[in-house]
Structure formats: structure tokens, C-alpha cells
């Protein structure tokens, strides 16, 4: 299997997924790429089902292909890990980051950091050109800061703070960011897992 098509529309994903995955498969699609208009319903409730709900709707679409897709979101502990499977949507889709940061920052005021502690987690899942399915999962531990910082990344990473670096997630490089992220890490595991089959 040297080609996959990976079910995601965001270009940031993809430059991230083809740093990981190019030196294993040196074809990769994204859904666009590959012809692949699918409207998808992400109505799971865990992670894994949402990842598996894109692979299996786009492998539909493309019979005898390898197929991969991610869900992710941030968990606040102190918020009962909200906003989680709904981090897109956290306040409406079409709401800026600005205004989902800054209210996130808002209910956590006061709060010490011992009990800012959040994450950001990953599902990538998999369907093979046999129909064959796999999942795994991978985290970044860190915590809510008090204020925006950093311009890199996307989404939530300015209000992200991991105490190894000592900065943002928005503070990173994007290759740091590669080696320690939730995505990065997920990522890795899956090309594995798939290299075992
Ligand atoms: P989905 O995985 O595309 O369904 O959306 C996950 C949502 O979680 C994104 O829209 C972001 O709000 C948030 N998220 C996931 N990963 C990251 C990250 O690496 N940085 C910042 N926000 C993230």
C-alpha cells in the first residue's frame, strides 16, 4: 500500500499528516484531491466513532483504497471536559477563536493552575482496502493559560500552555509542535499499527 487518501478538508491537517506519513506512503490525498465530495455526519460519541464515521463514509466512496480520518478536541478538566467532541462547534462553527478562547478563559477565571489542567486529544481510524478497521488514540497533556499567546498553530492552541516548553502550543514551531501534539503522536502510532498488518 504505497497511497492513502486521508478524509479531511483542512490544509493545515494535511501539511502535518504528510510530514508524518510521506516517508511510508508517498501518495497521499486528501478528499478533494481524490475526487471525494461526501457531506458527513459526525453524530459519535467518542472520538473514535466520529474518526471511523469520515473513514468509513469516504472508504464508501472509494472501494480498494486505504482510508484514514482524525477527530480531535480539548478537554477541560475543570469544565467536566468540555468543550470535547464538540470543540468545533463550541459556541457555533462559524464562531471566531478569538471569541471561543476568550470565553474559555472567562470560566476559568480564578481558577489556580493546579486546576487548569486540560488536553488535546486525537482518534485517527482506519479503513484498508480489505474493509479492515483500526483506531488509536493519542494526548498532549497541558493547561489552560490566562491569555492568549503565540500566532502559530490553530483553534485553541494560543490558550494551550505545555509546561515542558513552557509556552503555548501557538508559541511552537510546527515541527515541535509535530513531535509532542495529540495528532503527531496519533499519527505515528497508526502508521505502526498499519505497518504490523
Ligand atoms: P475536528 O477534529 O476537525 O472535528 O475538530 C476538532 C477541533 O478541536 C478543531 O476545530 C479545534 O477547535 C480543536 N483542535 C483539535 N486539534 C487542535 C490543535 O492541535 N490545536 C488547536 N485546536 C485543536
Not at 478562547?101 to 493546579?114: F, K, Q, S, Y
Request: proline share 4%; charged share 35%; net charge negative.
Amino acid at each position: 500500500m504505497e497511497r492513502l487518501i486521508f478524509a479531511t478538508g483542512n490544509e493545515g491537517k494535511m501539511r502535518e499528516i504528510r510530514d508524518i506519513l510521506a516517508d511510508t506512503y508517498p501518495e497521499i490525498l486528501s478528499m478533494k484531491e481524490a475526487g471525494i465530495r461526501t457531506d458527513i455526519m459526525e453524530d459519535g460519541k467518542t472520538y473514535e466513532e466520529n474518526a471511523m464515521i469520515k473513514a468509513r463514509a469516504v472508504a464508501e466512496a472509494a472501494p480498494g483504497e486505504l482510508v484514514l480520518a482524525d477527530d480531535s478536541g480539548l478537554e477541560i478538566d475543570y469544565l467536566g471536559k468540555e468543550p470535547g467532541i464538540y470543540s468545533a462547534r463550541y459556541l457555533g462553527e462559524d464562531t471566531s477563536y478569538r471569541v471561543k478562547n476568550a470565553d474559555l478563559i472567562r470560566r476559568l477565571e480564578g481558577v489556580p493552575d493546579e486546576q487548569r489542567t486540560a488536553r488535546f486529544v486525537c482518534a485517527i481510524a482506519a479503513v484498508l482496502p480489505d474493509g479492515r478497521e483500526l483506531a488509536v488514540r493519542a494526548t498532549i497533556e497541558g493547561r489552560i493559560d490566562y491569555e492568549e499567546k503565540g500566532n502559530n498553530g490553530f483553534g485553541y492552541d494560543p490558550i494551550f500552555y505545555v509546561p515542558e516548553f513552557g509556552k503555548t502550543t501557538a508559541e511552537l514551531t510546527e515541527e515541535e509542535k509535530n513531535l509532542v501534539s495529540h495528532r503527531g503522536k496519533a499519527l505515528r502510532l497508526m502508521k505502526e499499527e498499519l505497518k504490523k498488518l
